[in-house]
């Protein structure tokens, strides 16, 4: 086994046991699985939960702020509709 594979494997080691994966079998419960997998759950569901915050606050601003949506930000970029001067 080269440097190069130790190091792999010891990095994968290291990931799966920051999840808390590797050591159930196929036939361990959830009741058995989650309590080893917690933080991780959490840390993906808080990321989840920011993401969608943030999408729903840029819709809000672009709507807003007179955003018509996609299909008017692609006619505007390929130059088949020439945007109204700002005051």
């Known amino acids: 086994m080269t440097l190069v594979e130790v190091i792999e494997e010891e990095a994968d080691e290291d990931l799966r046991r920051l999840a808390g ?21 959490l840390v993906n569901l808080l990321t989840a939960i920011l ?4 999408h729903q606050a840029i819709r809000r601003h672009h709507r807003a702020h ?14 088949r509709v020439t945007p109204a001067p700002r005051p």
């Open 51 to 54: 993401a969608y915050r943030r």
């Open 66 to 79: 007179g955003g018509a949506g996609r299909a008017d930000a692609d006619r505007r970029l390929h130059g």
């Open 21 to 41: 994966v590797g050591d159930e079998r196929i036939t361990d419960s959830v009741r058995q699985i989650v309590p080893a997998r917690f933080w991780w759950l």
